[in-house]
């Protein structure tokens, strides 16, 4: 793991921050349907849409990524840094 910081406005600080919340809510309620012996088809339909949250939290972070960190590695003469974009690409692809 990489120890490089990345400075990130203050709006997309919330935005990330809100949906990593949500996403702690919905595994919240993952648990306490399982403790509550929920229906498993129930349980699975609750689970994709957590899921789902995941993905939308990574393409959004990606996003950040690409337009903040990529750009300014490629402006500065980091040509290893479309390299780890496409490794981390593929990864989430899978």
Do not use: P, W
């Amino acid at each position: 793991m990489t120890h490089k910081l990345t400075a990130r406005t203050a709006a997309q600080k919330k935005s990330l921050t809100n949906r990593l919340k949500r996403l702690e809510g919905q595994i919240r309620g993952l648990e306490k349907m399982i403790e509550d012996d929920v229906y498993c088809n129930d349980i699975l339909q609750q689970s994709m849409s957590a899921a789902s949250a995941i993905d939308g939290f990574n393409q959004e972070l990606l996003g950040y990524h690409m337009k903040g960190c990529v750009t300014e590695g490629i402006k500065n003469g980091d040509e290893e840094i479309v390299d780890e974009l496409l490794k981390t690409v593929r990864k989430l692809m899978k």
